[in-house]
């Protein structure tokens, strides 16, 4: 297989499976990544179609990509930014419908898939240099451009960042305990703290090795 290939390859297979992924998060009911935590806040603010809302706050992130280093967009990044959102609705929904019931030992197998998809296929766009996510963008920029920190954690502090600010948005709106609960619970957390270093293993281990591999 061609490298370019690999690469094109890479870059699809990895968005389709974040989709997928952050679905199966929300399907898992242990609280969702990050960065949906985030949008999930912005969304009780703003309700209106999730797949519209993500696309609107990625300009937001665009714009800050645009400024300060704009080699990270690419192809990827606008078949993220446009198409992702919807990926997600569409998970979650179909595993909803699949399984309406199902027990907490399966929601915690489900939460655990869904954490090693999810670190897996942002290792495979990531490697793929053909753009990231302008959300992901950030903490590369953080650890390769400014020299902040590693990677890894650049990556745990704008996830915990995230967090802060969509619980914060919960608690203003007067949410209740329970629905914060199904968005901010022990998945969001690990992810906060492991998908940095879990995505850099990934890198490292996976991505890397299968790109370079003749």
Known sequence: MEKRTKRISMS?????????????FKRAAFGIDPYQTLMAGLNVAIPINFGTLFALVS????????????????ITTFVNWFLLGYIIDFSHISLLNLFPDMSILNRVILLIIAIIIL?????????????????????LIMANKWKLLPFKYCRIITDSCCVIIGLTIFLVAGQSFSQIIAILNIGTIITAFFMGPLIDFFIRHVAKPFLDKN
Do not use: N
Request: aromatic share 18%; charged share 10%.
């Open 12 to 24: 699809v297979i990895g968005i389709i499976l974040v989709g997928i992924s952050v679905g199966m």
């Open 59 to 74: 300009v937001i992130f665009f714009i800050f990509v645009l400024i300060f280093d704009r080699q990270y967009i690419g």
């Open 119 to 139: 670190c897996f296929a942002t290792s495979l766009y990531f490697v793929s240099d053909l753009g990231v996510s302008v959300y992901d963008a950030v903490s």
